[in-house]
């Protein structure tokens, strides 16, 4: 932390404005930090129940879904600091069954991920 030398009101005012932005540096980069604890326990869970489930016989994991896992940067409004850690369904492109490359809607394997929706695919080729 830096010294400060007051010897009037404006000295106050820089000393305040240092605080404050030092302040700030602190809980950006504790919030970061924290971010990227609970991101990595959200891809052990994934990992863990999603898939450490099976090992798949008929298709190539890409792990993409795992690795859409990501953080956001820190932002605030008014007086109040925020962080996002979500899946960033843009970095799921591709699944492969066999020798079939599928691209289907990113969308739904967080909702099935975390709501644990059981289903059936019905997939017939043309």
Do not use: C
Not at 54 to 63: A, E, F, G, L, S
């Amino acid at each position: 932390m830096a010294v400060f030398n007051i010897n009037n009101r404006s000295d106050i005012q820089k000393m305040v404005k240092q605080i404050n932005k030092e302040m700030r540096i602190s809980i950006e980069l504790s919030l970061m930090q924290i971010a990227e604890t609970v991101k990595e326990v959200w891809k052990d869970f994934v990992n863990a129940f999603w898939y450490g489930i099976y090992d798949p016989i008929v298709y190539k994991r890409t792990y993409e879904t795992l690795n859409s896992i990501v953080t956001s940067s820190v932002s605030k409004v008014g007086d109040i600091y925020m962080v996002s850690i979500f899946y960033d369904t843009s970095l799921i492109n591709t699944f492969q069954y066999g020798n079939y490359t599928g691209h289907e809607n990113p969308d739904l394997m967080p909702y099935l991920i975390e709501e644990g929706v059981n289903f059936t695919i019905v997939h017939q080729r043309a």
